[in-house]
């Protein structure tokens, strides 16, 4: 069996790519600062098992709170 270093090199770009969004769109949810959080996805999706640990990680986050005024209840 052959295997294409054509092919691996695209599977690994895809990976970054769709991990980097997904990234961005859970670090929107999930932090503050969802650009540092991408980023650190793309970092890791160069190999697709750590990228995809760190998606599982981040699906697994409790959400912040966006509300930025709080009521009072009394």
């Known amino acids: ?16 790519v769709v991990i ?6 859970l670090g929107k949810r999930k932090t503050n600062s969802p650009k ?3 980023l650190v996805g793309v970092l890791l999706s160069t190999i697709p098992p ?4 760190y998606l599982a ?10 509300n930025s005024t709080s009521e009072v209840v009394g």
């Open 1 to 16: 069996m052959n295997i294409n270093a054509t092919l691996l090199i695209e599977i690994v770009l895809i990976s970054i």
């Open 20 to 25: 980097g969004i997904l990234s961005f769109y």
């Open 36 to 38: 540092i959080v991408a």
């Open 50 to 53: 750590l990228g995809l640990i």
């Open 57 to 66: 990680v981040l699906v697994l986050k409790n959400d912040i709170n966006q």
